[in-house]
């Protein structure tokens, strides 16, 4: 539990997005065309427990639901897999952190939790044409390990893309309320 006893990756997060204003991006260079960060999460063994401490440690309100998903796809198979999530805001310009706790079935979240423990998972980026944005990451390398058209309380889709040796850490993008992602994902790695 030191990762959440210091919280130093969160001010870092927090003074980035204080000195880093938006800048122009070329689609030409970018897979994920210019579109921005939108929230960072953490992968916990217990939801609760982080879930208060992130209240105390910054004064937000973190409601527990379970996500739900017509199909997931984890690593080359489609699997059942579920798990606890929390978001809220925090810190400027629609930051938000979300707060992920696996609880059945093999997924990207268990796999990190097991070799890590509680830890950073991903940057999220919220982007238009998931499809296109999917197909782009991947003919420019990135590693996508787990795809899934989420249903029930937020519909659409996320990808994971595996970019810890690019950026340090899991690219997330996602598409809310759409409900026809591809299936299967276009590249496996």
């Not at 982080?50 to 699997?79: N, P």
């Not at 590693?143 to 249903?151: A, E, P, T």
Request: charge should be negative; include cysteine.
């Amino acid at each position: 539990m030191a990762f959440f006893q210091n919280g130093c990756f969160l001010c870092w997060v927090l003074m980035l997005s204080f000195a880093v204003p938006n800048v122009a991006r070329s689609p030409l260079l970018s897979p994920v065309n210019g579109a921005n960060v939108t929230h960072f999460a953490v992968v916990v063994g217990d939801i609760g427990a982080a879930a208060l401490h992130y209240s105390s440690l910054f004064g937000i309100e973190l409601d527990v639901s379970v996500m739900t998903a017509s199909w997931t796809w984890y690593r080359s198979q489609f699997v059942n897999s579920t798990c606890k999530v929390s978001f809220a805001p925090i810190g400027p310009a629609g930051m938000s952190i979300e707060v992920i706790q696996p609880i059945g079935g093999p997924s990207f979240w268990q796999e990190l939790l097991s070799a890590d423990g509680p830890s950073l998972h991903h940057y999220g980026v919220m982007v238009d044409d998931f499809d296109a944005t999917v197909q782009r990451l991947a003919v420019s390398g990135y590693k996508l390990v787990q795809i899934s058209q989420l249903v029930g309380h937020w519909v659409g889709c996320y990808a994971y893309f595996d970019a810890r040796d690019q950026i340090g850490a899991v690219l997330e993008i996602l598409q809310p309320g759409i409900s026809n992602c591809s299936q299967p994902p276009i590249q496996a790695n």
